[in-house]
């Protein structure tokens, strides 16, 4: 079993700062891929920014030179710091989690529960 625990969500006004971070324990070997998803209401859920344990980092064209996204391999923890917010980030911000359970195991996708963000104008 697998546990993401999502904190760092809230209210915050446009310009503004939130940083969320995930923790991820339980039955993993290791982790490939940590990231964060979000959906609007009404919208598909979007990629915002994904690490891999490599470090090779994706982000949305819409949050590049204001999101940062970071991990700590060694307390399997991602990171997201979200400057100068706008009302368009606003959204349920999800964890994701691409991990081996053992050394021979295929890889599995796992999902956090989300995280609220919302952006007043």
């Known amino acids: 079993q697998v546990q993401l625990v999502e904190s760092g969500g809230g209210l915050v006004q446009a310009g503004g700062s939130l940083r969320l971070s995930c923790a991820a324990s339980?039955?993993?070997?290791?982790?490939?891929?940590m990231g964060w998803y979000r959906q609007a209401p009404g919208k598909q859920r979007e990629l915002v920014a994904r690490?891999?344990?490599?470090?090779?980092?994706n982000y949305a064209d819409s949050v590049k030179g204001r999101f940062t996204i970071s991990r700590d391999n060694a307390k399997n923890t991602m990171y997201l710091q979200m400057n100068s917010l706008k009302p368009e980030d606003t959204a349920v911000y999800y964890c994701?989690?691409?991990?081996?359970?053992?050394?021979?195991?295929?890889?599995?996708?796992?999902w956090g529960q989300g995280t609220q963000v919302t952006v007043s104008s």
């Open positions: 690490i891999t344990s490599g470090g090779i980092i």
């Open positions: 339980g039955s993993i070997f290791s982790i490939n891929t």
């Open positions: 994701n989690l691409v991990y081996r359970r053992w050394v021979s195991s295929p890889e599995n996708n796992y």
